[in-house]
Nanobody
Framework: QLQLVESGGGLVQPGGSLKLSCTASSATVSAYPIAWFRQSPGQEREGIGCISSNDRFTYYQNSVKGRFTISRDNAKNTVYLQMNSLKPEDTAVYTC??????WGRGTQVTVSS
């Protein structure tokens, strides 16, 4: 019954930054592990990172490790994906997932000069 809405996508130049938000309703996001996925044109959806429900564990796929950071603001019931040093290959629809079951509809990120 958790509902997720992503925001913050847009057009950014290579080397730039964006911060995506995943805001939950109908439940408390702090109670769930949260993962971020992305899907590029013509490719399968891939998991790029996750954060545990207690914030003691984070995982990042190698393609984004060192550039992307997942964090929470429990007061706002929101999980963030901070993306730095963006590359054209980061262009995708980014979607958050809670507890392996609940999905947002996604937000488009385009990295282009």
């Amino acid at each position: 019954q958790l509902q997720l809405v992503e925001s913050g996508g847009g057009l950014v130049q290579p080397g730039g930054s964006l911060k995506l938000s995943c805001t939950a309703s109908s439940a408390t996001v702090s109670a769930y592990p949260i993962a971020w996925f992305r899907q590029s044109p013509g490719q399968e959806r891939e998991g790029i990172g996750c954060i545990s429900s207690n914030d003691r564990f984070t995982y990042y796929q190698n393609s984004v490790k060192g550039r992307f950071t997942i964090s929470r603001d429990n007061a706002k019931n929101t999980v963030y994906l901070q993306m730095n040093s963006l590359k054209p290959e980061d262009t995708a629809v980014y979607t958050c997932n809670a507890d392996r079951l609940y999905w947002g509809r996604g937000t488009q990120v385009t990295v282009s000069s």
